[in-house]
T-cell receptor, first 114, second 111 residues
Framework: NAGVTQTPKFQVLKTGQSMTLQCAQD?????MSWYRQDPGMGLRLIHYSVGAGITDQGEVPNGYNVSRSTTEDFPLRLLSAAPSQTSVYFC?????????????FGPGTRLTVL | TQLLEQSPQFLSIQEGENLTVYCNSS?????LQWYRQEPGEGPVLLVT?????EVKKLKRLTFQFGDARKDSSLHITAAQPGDTGLYLCAGARGSNYKLTFGKGTLLTVNP
């Protein structure tokens, strides 16, 4: 049981490049989400999904796309990277129906956009 | 607008001291969670509180949810160096799907 895994661990992009951050979970969780963490800002929700084929926007969705074709995977796509997207990105998953469901976070991807 | 205000932002104490971290809001939350995050890792859930006035204890950590469900506190007794980390509170309004996080309290416990 690996929990929530994220790849890559580190990534450097040039402005305008595109890339996909991978996230997978093996706990059969319905809910998955992506956050970004910037110094002094806490975690901010980018996109989330409550099941395969269902996604919705969070607090800061601009510049990011997501899809959920399977329960296990929830990739985050940067369409045209900008320096403002330099951040640490965390994927999380949890069950769906209880307020006390534990949200499990991955180890994060540290992205630098030059 | 930051829905959840955490204070203090930074806290440096000696081993054995007690401390309290606060998480305040003008909004009502259906549940509130506390996480601890260590450098280079993702946050790890410590506790979830859902009932106004609720108090939960986890060894030397005591969590309290305000009666009006707008605020919470985390009290650590006899802090140890292993308690060092970033403490984050996060609130849910309605469903648990969309959590709002505070900016965190960075705690350093010196031996």
């Amino acid at each position: 049981n690996a929990g929530v895994t994220q790849t890559p661990k580190f990534q450097v992009l040039k402005t305008g490049q595109s890339m996909t951050l991978q996230c997978a979970q093996d706990m059969n969780h319905e809910y998955m989400s992506w956050y970004r963490q910037d110094p002094g800002m806490g975690l901010r929700l980018i996109h989330y999904s409550v099941g395969a084929g269902i996604t919705d926007q969070g607090e800061v969705p601009n510049g990011y796309n997501v899809s959920r074709s399977t329960t296990e995977d929830f990739p985050l796509r940067l369409l045209s990277a900008a320096p403002s997207q330099t951040s640490v990105y965390f994927c999380a998953s949890s069950g769906l129906f209880e307020l006390t469901d534990t949200q499990y976070f991955g180890p994060g991807t540290r992205l630098t956009v030059l | 607008t930051q829905l959840l205000e955490q204070s203090p932002q930074f806290l440096s104490i000696q081993e054995g001291e007690n401390l309290t971290v606060y998480c305040n809001s003008s909004s009502v939350f259906s549940s509130l969670q506390w996480y601890r995050q260590e450098p280079g890792e993702g946050p790890v859930l410590l506790v979830t509180v859902v009932t106004g006035g609720e108090v939960k204890k986890l060894k030397r950590l005591t969590f309290q949810f305000g009666d009006a469900r707008k605020d919470s506190s985390l009290h650590i007794t006899a802090a140890q160096p292993g308690d060092t980390g970033l403490y984050l509170c996060a609130g849910a309004r309605g469903s648990n799907y969309k959590l709002t996080f505070g900016k965190g309290t960075l705690l350093t416990v010196n031996p």
